[in-house]
T-cell receptor
Framework: GQNIDQPTEMTATEGAIVQINCTYQTSGFNGLFWYQQHAGEAPTFLSYNVLDGLEEKGRFSSFLSRSKGYSYLLLKELQMKDSASYLCAVKDSNYQLIWGAGTKLIIKP | DGGITQSPKYLFRKEGQNVTLSCEQNLNHDAMYWYRQDPGQGLRLIYYSQIVNDFQKGDIAEGYSVSREKKESFPLTVTSAQKNPTAFYLC??????????????FGDGTRLSIL
């Protein structure tokens, strides 16, 4: 079966750095996406990785290792507004998105 | 402003009743999707459509039906056959389902509960 694993919840301090991991086992791989979802709201697109390595976008970076079936989202200079769930999703061989359950990130002052 | 509009935001269903959730997009996207989100679980695909007048079942299509008569619209009907409909329903769209790098864009969701 297809599976995406993320930690259920993480806590970090305002101004710090946090790394949210995602491991996947899917039938084929056509890219990995990270989304942010605030409670009761729609997911919003953060980043996309299809090749190994690091993609940087301002305070957010995403890393991919296809051989290890592993990705992480790195958030720097954390702000209170970063409190949200972070969803990892992989496009499989049928170009369908397989979603992880999400990591709830709690930011403390 | 381009975007995806879902309505209503909250919906209540009585026993034996069918209800329809609306999803409209003005992004000129070809593909549209319906997901269900339950606490502690990833998004699960109900139905998707890559072109007008065509749609495919996702992983949990039983008890749901859709139509795609216009490119902009992809309504979802939750039928009385869906015995556990309480969930957060999200509609999404993208330029092309087979395009690797195109992200899906989401509406604000409809929260459905049973009366």
């Amino acid at each position: 079966g297809q599976n995406i694993d993320q930690p259920t919840e993480m806590t970090a301090t305002e101004g710090a750095i946090v790394q949210i991991n995602c491991t996947y086992q899917t039938s084929g791989f056509n890219g990995l996406f990270w989304y942010q979802q605030h409670a009761g709201e729609a997911p919003t697109f953060l980043s996309y990785n299809v090749l190994d390595g690091l993609e940087e976008k301002g305070r957010f970076s995403s890393f991919l290792s296809r051989s290890k079936g592993y990705s992480y989202l790195l958030l720097k200079e954390l702000q209170m507004k970063d409190s949200a769930s972070y969803l990892c999703a992989v496009k499989d061989s049928n170009y369908q998105l397989i979603w992880g359950a999400g990591t709830k990130l709690i930011i403390k002052p | 402003d381009g975007g995806i509009t879902q309505s209503p935001k909250y919906l209540f269903r009585k026993e034996g009743q069918n209800v329809t959730l609306s999803c409209e997009q003005n992004l000129n996207h070809d593909a549209m999707y319906w997901y269900r989100q339950d606490p502690g679980q990833g998004l699960r695909l109900i139905y998707y459509s890559q072109i007008v007048n065509d749609f495919q079942k996702g992983d949990i299509a039983e008890g749901y039906s859709v139509s795609r008569e216009k490119k902009e619209s992809f309504p979802l009907t939750v039928t009385s056959a869906q015995k556990n409909p309480t969930a957060f329903y999200l509609c999404a769209s993208s330029y092309e389902a087979g395009e690797e790098s195109q992200p899906q864009h989401f509406g604000d969701g409809t929260r459905l509960s049973i009366l």
